[in-house]
């Protein structure tokens, strides 16, 4: 099949440079010694996780419950979940999963942890939590002081076992707070098998945090335009783009394609919704729900109606979870058709 055979908006990935993305993030982490486990939540296709896999991924991550079950489903095993799991329910689901795979989660408080120790006590089975430690993203974590404590309830917990540390992102700035937590627990007799970092950008500086023995990343897969605008890759690095018409031309400067905020997600870097490959100094300034409304002022030429362009989203992770299939493509032929299996698994 040729891409112009498929309608649009659909959503192409450019096979050669997703394996160059795979292979060299792979080799980075080889060259320092780190476990990699690619974060799936990006792509949430099991096929391209199996491509990490062979690649030399010692497991891979997922983001939620759901998603961690789409690719057990699929026969991939080790799986970290670095995410709060609350509530009886999500609770016993894990337990369900881990069962049979081994899947790590994370906790940052005492309520987190009991309640997967209850999971896993009602299935006489143990459950490895890790400590998520609080970054300057100030998102979840726990603060530097509950660290021993936390790692303590799960070690006294026969149904639990300490799994290490979890950080997100693992930029340097984080690196004296994982060196305090490292010597806090050392001082409290307590081992810490696992430090594991995540995060594209902070892969780039994983060198300058040796305490970390793993690595979750998952945008590097495809990459999009706001890795682009925070100097991390290069547009020849973004393997994603969306297949796009131009639909309507009303004014000489506004012009209009077939892909809203329903394809190309609502996220914006720099004042725009992506980059439109063969029109650079255009500018998506605004999504309705099935229209880009594009800026053309500052193009040398106009497009017609029912040309095609490729749009470089500006956050991949989430355009994945709006489509039911992405494209694999080597040029104009499209290798592979893949349903989006974790699509909306976001519970
Ligand atoms: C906990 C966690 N680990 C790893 C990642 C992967 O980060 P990135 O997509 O920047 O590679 C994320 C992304 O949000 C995350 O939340």
Same mark, same amino acid.
């Given at each position: ?29 080889? %060259? =320092? ?99 998520? =430690? ?30 290490? =540390? ?60 706001? %890795? ?58 605004? =999504? ?60």
């Amino acid at each position: 099949m040729n891409i112009h055979d498929l309608e649009t908006p659909s959503v192409l990935i450019d096979l050669d440079r997703m394996e160059r993305n795979i292979a060299r993030m792979q080799e980075r982490c080889n %060259s =320092l010694g780190l476990a990699f486990r690619p974060h799936t939540k990006t792509h949430k296709i099991p096929d391209i996780a199996r491509m990490q896999l062979d690649a030399g991924a010692v497991g891979i991550a997922c983001q939620k419950v759901t998603e961690a079950e789409v690719f057990t489903a699929a026969g991939i095993n080790d799986i970290q979940i670095p995410y709060n799991i609350v509530g009886p329910q999500k609770a016993a689901r894990l337990a369900d999963l881990a069962l049979y795979n081994r899947i790590t989660v994370s906790a940052d408080n005492t309520a987190v942890i009991a309640g997967l120790a209850e999971a896993a006590r009602a299935n006489e089975m143990t459950i490895r939590v890790m400590v998520d =430690l609080a970054t300057d993203i100030q998102r979840t974590g726990a603060p530097i002081e509950e660290v021993v404590e936390l790692a303590k309830k799960i070690d006294a917990d026969e149904n639990l076992h300490f799994a290490g =540390l979890m950080v997100y992102p693992s930029n340097p700035v984080v690196r004296p707070v994982i060196q305090e937590a490292l010597a806090r627990l050392g001082e409290a007799g307590i081992g810490v098998d696992s430090v594991s970092g995540g995060g594209s950008g902070a892969a780039l500086h994983a060198h300058e945090v040796p305490e970390l023995t793993e690595l979750r990343v998952g945008t590097y897969v495809f990459n999009d335009w706001s %890795s682009v605008g925070k100097g991390w890759v290069t547009p020849d690095d973004c393997a994603m783009t969306i297949m796009a018409t131009i639909i309507s031309h009303p004014t000489p400067d506004r012009v209009i394609l077939d892909s809203g905020s329903k394809t190309l997600a609502a996220d914006r870097w720099d004042n725009a919704h992506g980059c439109i490959v063969e029109y650079p100094e255009a500018r998506i300034y605004q =999504l309705s729900e099935e229209h880009a409304h594009c800026d053309f002022s500052a193009c040398e030429t106009r497009p017609d109606i029912g040309e095609c362009v490729h749009v470089i989203p500006v956050h991949t992770c989430v355009v994945s979870n709006l489509h039911d299939h992405l494209y694999g493509v080597r040029g104009e032929t499209v290798e592979a058709v893949w349903p989006v299996a974790a699509r909306g698994r976001v519970w």
